[in-house]
């Protein structure tokens, strides 16, 4: 008997080698023992062109009618790209379109397997990165000084009415930026940071220089502290988890002393930055989860890294490849245990379970793909194909069922 599922997942395919890990991972892993009920949109980039990118809009307003999507990785393409595939036009990237739809935060954790250690030994849990992902320095605008004289920022509101404060006075020539952020945006993200905390029981860390920036970083410390107050502390009191506010470079002592197992929203900046090195630092960005959560609840599930085109351009020419698909199964995995969640399907959600410890074990007896094999601590690693080491991850699955 295979496991039933009631609400159908928004199911997003994508290119190149994860598309065809997309494929193994359905054939092998999910129906052979789930009873799967998807809504299917080809995001391919062959298709978003034949529809004119509808079809990236169509599965987007798909997300937002079942609430959970899985998203293989795409081509966002270039010029490059719009000369090999004959392009109509150079479409925007599916995860900005995806992104502008749902208004939501991103949030990337780390895959932990044993044999795969940490650069920070203390670490023994996952940290989540939550990053906000609209405007400071990524919507400035700049302006280069030539030689003395004044900048200053004028606000200027409908009605005609001005506020002016001086930025500084030259002696000479020198550098100055404006940057923005928007209540709305930050509001969003403060709560699509709250309701993922309480999602996986774990607490929230924010951080800012509000000591430094006492109107601009003041004001995310305030909106985040306002609308926890106000609607989620009981929430939170009743998980037995806390949100934490303290100053950006405390927060990067404290995490490095940490053990992990916890969420930390960063503005954009330190989002970017401290995002790459979690990542590093944890192994391969084939071992990360990445979800987009939206402030209304809604969940898209995907891999953190591409398409993997190098590998693909092998496996066209009939070549071995060895392709490391955790992390598109662990985008799977995590679909099926929010669908379950919502919609009561225990099994649903232990299905999801044993699927990821199936692949966490299998790694763990030593069987691996090629990116692994190369940075495990694990004596004599057995280096697999992409389609054995998937086949390897069933053989486990079906005793862990
Ligand atoms: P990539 O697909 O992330 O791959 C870069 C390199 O990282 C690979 O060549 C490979 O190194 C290694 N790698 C990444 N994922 C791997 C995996 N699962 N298993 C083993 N090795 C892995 O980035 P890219 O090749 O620069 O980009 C390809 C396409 O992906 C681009 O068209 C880009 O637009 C798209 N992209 C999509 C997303 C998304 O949809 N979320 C994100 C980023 C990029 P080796 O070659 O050394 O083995
Ligand atoms: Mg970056």
Redesign the pocket.
């Known amino acids: 008997m295979k496991i039933e599922m009631k609400t159908p997942l928004v199911e997003m395919d994508?290119?190149?080698?994860?598309r065809i890990?997309w494929q193994m991972i359905k054939d092998e892993l999910i129906l052979p023992f789930v009873d799967l009920k998807t809504e299917y949109y080809d995001l391919g980039l062959k298709h978003r062109d034949d529809t004119d990118d509808q079809v990236t809009v169509d599965a987007s307003e798909a997300t937002k009618k079942y609430g959970v999507a899985v998203?293989?990785?795409?081509?966002?393409?270039?010029a490059a790209?719009v000369e090999e595939y004959g392009l109509k036009e150079m479409w925007k990237?599916?995860?900005g379109t995806i992104r502008a739809i749902l208004d939501g935060t991103v949030f990337r954790a780390p895959i932990i397997v044993k044999g795969i250690v940490p650069a920070v030994s203390g670490w023994k849990k996952p940290i989540t990165i939550a990053r906000h992902a609209y405007g400071d320095v990524y919507k400035a605008s700049e302006m280069k000084i030539d030689g003395p004289g004044k900048v200053e920022l004028v606000y200027t509101a409908e009605d005609g009415s001005e506020k002016r404060v001086l930025v500084h006075k030259f002696d000479g020539p020198g550098v100055v930026q404006g940057q923005h952020n928007l209540t709305a945006s930050i509001e969003s993200f403060a709560r699509s940071c709250f309701e993922f905390a309480l999602d996986r029981k774990e607490s929230l860390w924010f951080a800012t220089k509000d000591t430094i920036s006492k109107q601009y970083d003041h004001t995310f410390k305030d909106v985040f502290q306002e609308i926890f107050d106000a609607e989620y502390k009981e929430k939170f009191d009743a998980a037995g988890i806390e949100y934490f506010y303290t100053l950006i470079d405390d927060a990067v002592a404290r995490v490095m002393k940490s053990e992990g197992g916890f969420i930390w929203a960063c503005k954009n900046y330190d989002g970017d930055v401290m995002s790459d090195m979690l990542s590093s630092a944890f192994g391969?960005?084939?071992m990360m989860t990445?979800v987009l959560v939206s402030p209304k609840g809604y969940f898209e599930y995907?891999?953190?890294?591409?398409?993997?085109?190098?590998?693909y351009y092998k496996h066209l020419k009939g070549e071995e490849t060895?392709?490391?698909?955790?992390?598109?199964i662990f985008a799977w995995s995590g679909a099926f245990r929010k669908r379950g969640q919502l919609d009561g399907l225990p099994e649903l959600v232990r299905y999801a379970d044993a699927l990821e410890k199936a692949t966490i074990d299998t790694i763990e007896s030593g069987k691996m793909?090629?990116?692994l094999a190369r940075i495990t601590t694990l004596e004599n690693p057995q280096t697999l194909s992409s389609r054995d080491f998937i086949l390897a991850i069933k053989e486990n699955l079906e005793k862990v069922l």
């Not at 994508?14 to 994860?18: L, Q």
């Not at 998203?71 to 270039?78: D, E, L, Q, V, Y």
């Not at 995907?302 to 590998?311: F, I």
């Open positions: 994508g290119d190149e080698m994860t890990l998203k293989c990785a795409t081509i966002t393409p270039n790209r990237s599916p995860n391969s960005l084939a990445s995907e891999a953190a890294h591409g398409t993997v085109q190098r590998h060895s392709t490391n698909s955790v992390a598109t793909t090629g990116d």
